[in-house]
């Protein structure tokens, strides 16, 4: 087991959830610009979709970080581990604040839609028991009495996050689809949306390109645990295959389709020649850092197109 440190702790609990986030921001800002009628930023999705992305990340690295430091009674006893976890959940508080006040600001629908998409990835590691759906069903059928006296049997328990693929399905929805959704159902609710967006650019390509941009993302972080998840019989998507450079070859082939079928895009193009490569730059050898890069093969050319649509 590796040492924990206060820079771990900063990285995981700060540094790890924020330049995530930025890829939602960038994201949100680019589908709040092509969308709206008026060419104009709203800050109320964009503010929603960082915040909501920074709640469910930071949750479960605090939650992750809080066993691993209960296993030691060295780190428990230690100030400087302890107050960390204080400025962790004094920064969650403030992301909950700032999402809220954005909420209050969004028609009901809004409200449906950011809790449809955040509440499977705070639910990510969370144990789900069936007896206590079982319960629940029971008494409301009032059959509760009926069966008390059977003798009780163990229910299997439901984690979203060892289903096999669910990480990068769920990447990939919440952060693709659920960005559009969430900027679709503000800018809708105060009768800005567009109905044409701007060349290049479609409504199928937003959520294509975000999506399996997303998805793959996450697989990519599974090529950088290979060994540790595979150690641990963690189904993920490279442990499945049971090889690295199978998974590679699937991701680079994900990206040059989504670059295929929208081939006259070039920002799109551009961000899916990106991903291939870094896909084949990084491995399990490299940095956990490095991987970030990977998290922003959408970001840069969001950037190159917004600075092109402003000094123009």
Request: net charge positive; proline share 5%; with cysteine.
């Amino acid at each position: 087991m590796s040492i924990l440190t206060t820079q771990k702790l900063a990285d995981e609990l700060f540094l790890r959830p924020i330049v995530i986030s930025m890829n939602s921001l960038a994201l949100s800002c680019l589908m709040s610009y092509v969308m709206s009628a008026n060419g104009t930023l709203d800050w109320r999705p964009i503010t929603i979709c960082v915040t909501s992305d920074i709640l469910a990340m930071g949750a479960d690295h605090l939650k992750d970080k809080k066993e691993e430091v209960s296993s030691d009674r060295d780190n428990t006893n230690d100030p400087h581990i302890t107050s960390w976890f204080v400025y962790a959940r004094t920064f969650l508080i403030a992301s909950a604040v700032l999402l809220a006040l954005a909420l209050s600001q969004c028609p009901i629908s809004t409200l449906l839609t950011t809790a449809a998409f955040v509440a499977p990835a705070l639910l990510w590691t969370t144990p789900i028991s069936f007896k206590k759906f079982g319960l629940i069903s029971k008494r409301l059928l009032g059959r509760f009495d009926k069966d008390k006296h059977q003798p009780s049997t163990s229910a299997p328990t439901l984690i979203i996050k060892r289903i096999p693929g669910m990480k990068a399905i769920f990447n990939g929805i919440i952060r693709g689809c659920g960005i559009y959704a969430v900027v679709l159902s503000v800018l809708s609710g105060s009768g800005n949306l567009t109905n044409t967006l701007p060349s290049p650019w479609s409504v199928v390509q937003l959520i294509v390109w975000s999506t399996v941009n997303r998805s793959c993302h996450a697989i990519m972080t599974d090529v950088r645990d290979f060994e540790d998840d595979l150690k641990a019989g963690v189904p993920t998507i490279p442990v499945l295959l049971g090889s690295v450079l199978k998974t590679k070859v699937i991701l680079t082939a994900c990206h040059m389709l989504v670059m295929s079928a929208f081939i006259e895009n070039p920002y799109i193009m551009g961000s899916c020649l990106f991903a291939a490569a870094l896909v084949w730059m990084l491995g399990k050898h490299s940095p956990k850092r490095a991987f970030l890069f990977s998290s922003h093969s959408q970001s840069l050319f969001i950037i190159w197109y917004l600075l092109t649509r402003h000094i123009n």
